[in-house]
Antibody, heavy 117, light 110 residues
Framework: QVQLVESGGGVVKPGGSLRLSCVAS????????MSWIRQAPGKGLEWFAD????????YYADSVKGRFTISRDNAKKSVDLEMNSLRVEDTAVYYC??????????WGQGTMVTVSS | HSALTQPASMSGSPGQSITISCTGT?????????VSWYQQHPGKAPRFIIY???KRPSGVSDRFSGSKSGNTASLTISGLQPEDEADYHC??????????FGGGTRLTVL
């Protein structure tokens, strides 16, 4: 069955950096876009980064542009998220997801990132 | 894009039907037939239950249905069951590769 397994979450101070990883299995990894979506405690979902199957097309939400970098390795069936200049408001559960144009079909279990001094 | 607007909470009794609204703008919900809905139980990842306004993925109960009128999309759950108690999130394509979600609706089955 489809599995997306995230890792790399933790506690970091404001201004710090963290790298999240996601490994996929159970579907054709190169078929479509991969996304990162987050959910702050008690809040709704926020899409913020996408990468195309080739890695050549990348989209970011304004809230993370210039601070976060998404990348993928099709040979390893993995997608990474490098997060720099972290802010308190980046505290959230981060989900790796497989996306078609208008919907997110598969979700990982999420990894918690806490930004706190 | 601002988040789509959903009621924060709703409730219903077993067997009843409820409809959750999701209001956007003519830059997202009103401009694309690409509205999706997700069910999320506490502490769990979201699960997608509706895509392209009113299509159900394989394995999703036909008690869940979707619709759209103008800038507002809706999710209707008929014959409420205790296991439907969850958070429900709407989502719309917003152009330029971006997605925008609603704030989520907490559904309580009384």
């Amino acid at each position: 069955q489809v599995q997306l397994v995230e890792s790399g979450g933790g506690v970091v101070k404001p201004g710090g950096s963290l790298r999240l990883s996601c490994v996929a299995s159970g579907f054709t990894f190169t078929d479509g876009y991969m996304s990162w979506i987050r959910q702050a405690p008690g809040k709704g979902l926020e899409w913020f980064a996408d990468i195309s199957s080739s890695g050549r097309t990348i989209y970011y939400a304004d809230s993370v542009k210039g601070r976060f970098t998404i990348s993928r390795d099709n040979a390893k069936k993995s997608v990474d998220l490098e997060m720099n200049s972290l802010r308190v408001e980046d505290t959230a559960v981060y989900y790796c997801a497989s996306r078609s144009l208008g919907y997110v079909a598969y979700w990982g279990q999420g990894t918690m990132v806490t930004v706190s001094s | 894009h601002s988040a789509l607007t959903q009621p924060a909470s709703m409730s219903g009794s077993p067997g009843q039907s409820i409809t959750i609204s999701c209001t956007g703008t003519n830059s997202d919900v009103g401009n694309y037939n690409l509205v999706s809905w997700y069910q999320q139980h506490p502490g769990k990842a979201p699960r997608f239950i509706i895509y392209e306004i009113n299509k159900r993925p394989s394995g999703v109960s036909d008690r869940f249905s979707g619709s759209k009128s103008g800038n507002t999309a809706s999710l209707t759950i008929s014959g409420l069951q205790p296991e439907d108690e969850a958070d429900y999130h709407c989502c719309s394509y917003a152009g330029g590769g971006t997605l925008v979600f609603g704030g989520g609706t907490r559904l309580t089955v009384l």
